[in-house]
């Protein structure tokens, strides 16, 4: 079984992670996108985090209709903040027979070399990697993108961003395009990122 892992804050999810996650689901050889909510990245202050369990709960609600993508859970019981290496170390003792992928956006690319056991990642899995408009400057981006393991994706990327999302819904803005529908119903009702 081949699992191509999708990690993220996603405090909220929203269309951009979707049609990323939908694009792997229909064009790749992979078998199922898991969307691993991260409880605490190392790099990010958990300060306007909405809890674990509802933005696991926003990503349930994205994916219901994609057979193909799965909300995942796993890292909630690791130690925190969540090194990828940790998690990606506990799946393969965890599910010894699968063949585990990264699925990322350039910016976190950008940031790699900074991570935990980065040659180990970089050495034991592929990564794909779709391209963000602000990366597109970046004078170092050829390198990173020569390693074999690293395989640049020409997918459908939609530039918005949860910080976005979470500024326009305080201030009061009508967001409900960027996000799918049961997820802007849920965030609405739960009054959530209002103040
Ligand atoms: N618009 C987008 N389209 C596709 N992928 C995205 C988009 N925005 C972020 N990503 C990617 O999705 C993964 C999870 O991102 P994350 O949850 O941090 O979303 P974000 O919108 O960038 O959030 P924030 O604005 O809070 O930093 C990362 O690999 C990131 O590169
Ligand atoms: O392992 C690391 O050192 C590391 C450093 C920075 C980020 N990450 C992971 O990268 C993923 C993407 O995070 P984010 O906040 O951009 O959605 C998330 O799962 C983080 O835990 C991991």
Redesign the pocket.
């Known amino acids: 079984m081949k699992i191509g892992l999708y990690?993220?804050?996603?405090?909220p999810v929203h269309i951009g992670h979707l049609i990323i996650a939908n694009h792997f689901a229909e064009y790749s050889d992979l078998d199922k996108i898991w969307m691993?909510i991260?409880p605490?990245?190392?790099?990010?202050k958990k300060k306007t985090l909405l809890d674990n369990h509802h933005r696991y709960q926003l990503v349930l609600e994205a994916v219901e209709d994609y057979p193909k993508i799965e909300a995942s859970t796993i890292?909630f019981n690791l130690p925190q903040?969540?090194?990828?290496?940790?998690?990606l170390a506990h799946l393969q003792e965890k599910y010894p027979d699968y063949e585990f992928s990264l699925i990322?956006?350039e910016?976190?690319l950008r940031?790699?070399h900074?991570?935990?056991?980065?040659e180990i990642?970089l050495e034991n899995h592929a990564i794909y990697v779709y391209p963000r408009i602000a990366e597109q400057a970046n004078p170092d981006r050829h390198k990173l993108l020569e390693h074999n393991n690293i395989h640049i994706v020409d997918a459908p990327v939609v530039e918005i961003s949860?910080t976005f999302i979470r500024k326009a819904i305080k201030a009061g803005k009508n967001c409900q395009p960027l996000l799918p529908p049961s997820v802007w119903r849920y965030i609405d009702e739960m009054n959530f990122y209002r103040s």
């Open positions: 990690f993220g804050t996603f405090n691993v991260t605490h990245n190392p790099f990010k890292e903040p969540n090194y990828t290496s940790n998690t990322m956006g910016d976190n940031t790699l900074k991570w935990k056991n980065y990642l949860a």
